[in-house]
C-alpha cells in the first residue's frame, strides 16, 4: 500500500507527543509540496499544540471527513513512529518525479516550437538543479565487527600509490585508495613537474596511472616525460638532457639517438601503464562526459593490463571551471567544488562500482597564501587555507601537499604537508631538490652527486670537489 | 632514488658559491686551515663566538656546508657586519630593509661580522644578545666572528658579549693568539642545546693558535 500525506498527517498526530509533532510537522511543510486542505490541517495542528492541547486523529478524521474519506489507503493501519521519516523521503521522491515528468513534458512541447537557445540551457538548468533524493532501502553494515586479521586488512590499505619523494610518505604514509590527495603550488611552482614525477613512478611500479593533461599538449608532456625518465636513469651527468636544448632543436647526433632509444624504451616499459591524454582527446565539459571518459580509461587499462585504473591525475583542478554546466553558479569557485565532490564520490565509488581509487588534485595556491609563505620565518609553510578558489579542497582531500619553489637556493623546492589524515604534519618544510630543466623531482642518481656529512669530515669530498 | 642524510654536492656548492672570496686557490687554503683549525662539533647548530682573523669567509662556508649536512638541508645564510645590522634596527621603518633584517632574524645561519670599527653604537652588544636569543628559540644557528685586528682591545670591546657567551654556557672559540683559551669541545654537545662556556681553569682539549 502507498503512504499518502494524509497517512503521515494522522500517524504524526496518533503518536501524541506535542514535541515530536510539532518537529515532524515542520519537517513536512519544508519537505513536501502541500495541498491547501493538508495545509489547513497543519494550521489546526500547530494552533492545538500551542495551545497545549494536541488534536485527535479522531478530530482531523471528523473535521475533514471529506479528504480522509476520500483516501482510501489511510483506511488501513497507522504508520509507527519509526517509519514517519522514511515515508516522508518516499512521498518526497514521488512528488519530485511527478514534477519532473511535468516539466519534462512542458519542456519537450516548447523545444518543439522552436525555444530560444539561453531559453533552453535555463530551462535544463534548472531541471538538473533538482535534489533528487532516494532512500537507501538497505541497512548499511557496521563496520566494527570480529575480524579474523584486522590488522591484515588495515595495512592492506597502505599498499597504496607512491610519491615521488619518500620523505613525503614518512609523514603522510601512500596514497591509499578511496582518497582525494591535493597537490598545491602558486604558479611556476613545479605543479606539472610533480604531477608527472608522480604518474611516471607509478607507472613505473606497474600501477596503472590516468594522466589528464588540461593546460597542455600532449606532446609536450611526453617530452617532458622522457626526460625526466632520461634524469632517472642517469648515472653520469653526461648522459643528462637538458630541456632546453630539446626545445631549441639543438641535440647532437648521438643525443638524438639517446633521446629517442629512451623515449621508445619509455613507451615500451610503461605505456601499458600510463595513460596521457590531453585536452584536445577530451570531452569534459559535463560529470557524465567525464564519467564517460574515465570508463573508457579503465577499459583500456583492462584490456592491455588485466586491471583497471589505480590513480588518476587531474592537471589542473581550475581549468574546470570553463566547463559547461549549466545550473548557474555565482562564482567559478562553486562549479570547482562540485568537481572536486565529484572526484571525491569517483575515488570512493569508482564508476559506483565497489571500488576506489585515487584522485590527484593539482590546484593553485591563492596570491594572498603564496606572499606569507614567501617571508623568511614562514618560508614555504602553506596553511590548509592556501587553496585558490576551490575551498571544498580543504575538507575533500585526504592529504593536501604544497609545493614551494625555493628562491634562495637553485633547484629546490619546499614540500609543506598541511593536512594529512593518515599521517603527521612536518614541523618544517621538507627540502626537496627539483630539476626544472630535466623535469625531474628529488635527487639525481649520479655517480658521485651526493655528500654525507661522514664523507666531508673525512675528506672523502674535499673542498675541491665543491668549489670547481 | 633518495638517499637519507646525504645532499647534493652541486646545490651544496651553488649555494655557498658566492663566499668564495679572491682567488680561488688562495681560498681553497683558506678553507683547509679554517677545517683544521675549527671543530664544528664544539657548536652543535647553536650560537657561538668566534675570534678569527683573515679567513672569516671560509670559517662562512665551512660552517654553512658543515651545518647543511648535519642538518641534511641546505642551509639559508645571511651574513652582515654588526654595524650594519644595528644601522637597521635603529632606521625609521619606513626606510629600514624590512627584508634584510627579516633574513636576519629568520635565515638558516645568520653570520655577524664584528671588529673594532663597528663599535660605534652604544647598543650594538645589547642587539645582538636579542638577536642570539629570538634567534636560539627557533633553534637556529647565530655565528659572532668577530674579525681581530688589533689583539690588544678586541676582548676589552667584546667583554659585555663575552660575558653574555660565558653566562649562557655558550661556545667561545678563539682561532688567534693567546688572547683567549682555545677552542673548548662541550661536554655533551646537542643541537637543541646551548653548547659550552669558555673555561679559562679548564685544560683546553684543542688547543688551537693560529
Known sequence: MTNTVCTILLSIVEVK??????????????????????????KDIKESISVGSPVTTEFIKDKYSFYVESDSNVLGTLLGRDSIDSAITDIKVSQLRTMLAKELVELGSDVKRDLDINELRSRIGKLTS???????????????????????????????????????????????????????????GFKSTFALNLA???????????????????????????INHIACTALDRSELIDATWVRDNKLLPDQIQHYNKKHNELATKYGKHLLMWDSAKLEYHTFPDMTNL????????????????????????????????????????????????????????????DRQIVVFLISQINRESYMEASKPKKKGRYDITCAAEANELERALATMITLYKDLDTRDTVLINIP?????????????????????????????????????????????????? | ????????????????????????????????????????????????????????????????????LKMNEILDYVVITGRQFVDQIFLPSDIRDHQLVDRVFNTGITFIILSQ????????????????????LDKKATIILYEITDSKTAHSLTKKIEDYFIANKLTIINLVGNALNAAVKPPNPKPSMQTTATDNTQKPKNKRIL
Open chain 1, 200 to 226: 611516471y613512478t607509478n607507472a613505473a611500479r606497474g600501477k596503472n596511472m590516468l594522466y589528464l593533461i588540461l593546460e597542455d599538449t600532449g606532446l609536450n608532456i611526453v617530452d617532458r616525460v622522457v
Open chain 1, 294 to 353: 574515465l570508463r573508457d580509461a579503465d577499459n583500456l587499462f583492462k584490456k592491455e593490463t588485466g586491471r583497471g585504473i589505480d590513480g588518476v591525475i587531474i592537471d589542473q583542478l581550475s581549468l574546470l571551471k570553463y566547463t559547461d554546466i549549466t545550473k548557474k553558479y555565482s562564482y567559478t569557485g562553486e562549479i570547482l567544488n562540485e568537481w572536486v565532490s565529484y572526484f571525491r564520490k569517483q575515488a570512493l565509488k569508482f564508476l559506483d562500482e
Open chain 2, 117 to 136: 670599527f663597528d663599535y660605534n653604537n652604544q647598543f650594538l652588544e645589547s642587539t645582538l644578545i636579542d638577536l642570539i636569543e629570538s634567534r636560539t
Open chain 1, 130 to 188: 533538482h535534489k533528487l533524493v532516494t532512500r537507501n532501502t538497505q541497512i548499511p553494515e557496521n563496520e566494527l565487527k570480529v575480524k579474523t586479521n584486522a590488522y591484515a586488512e588495515v595495512t592492506a590499505e597502505g599498499e597504496g600509490l607512491d610519491y615521488p619523494i619518500q620523505r613525503i610518505e614518512h609523514f603522510a604514509g601512500k596514497a591509499i585508495p578511496g582518497t582525494v590527495i591535493g597537490i598545491l603550488a602558486f604558479a611556476g
Open chain 1, 17 to 42: 507527543d506535542p514535541q515530536y509533532i510539532s518537529a515532524k510537522i515542520s519537517l513536512l511543510e519544508r519537505e513536501l509540496t502541500l495541498t491547501e486542505v493538508e495545509k489547513k490541517i497543519v
Open chain 2, 1 to 68: 632514488m633518495e638517499t637519507i642524510n646525504a645532499l647534493s654536492i652541486t646545490q651544496l656548492s651553488n649555494k655557498y658559491t658566492a663566499l668564495v672570496s679572491g682567488d680561488k686557490f688562495k681560498f681553497l687554503e683558506e678553507l683547509k686551515l679554517a677545517k683544521s683549525l675549527l671543530d664544528p662539533h664544539a657548536i652543535a647548530y647553536a650560537p657561538a663566538l668566534i675570534y678569527s682573523s683573515g679567513i672569516r669567509n671560509a670559517i662562512c662556508y665551512y660552517l654553512g656546508t658543515y651545518f647543511s
Open chain 1, 419 to 468: 593536512k594529512s589524515r593518515r599521517g603527521m604534519v612536518p614541523e618544517n618544510p621538507i627540502q626537496v631538490e627539483a630539476y626544472g630543466n630535466y623535469f625531474h623531482f628529488g635527487p639525481l642518481n649520479l655517480k658521485g652527486e651526493q655528500v654525507t656529512l661522514n664523507d666531508f669530515m673525512n675528506n672523502e669530498v674535499k673542498f675541491e670537489d665543491l668549489i670547481k
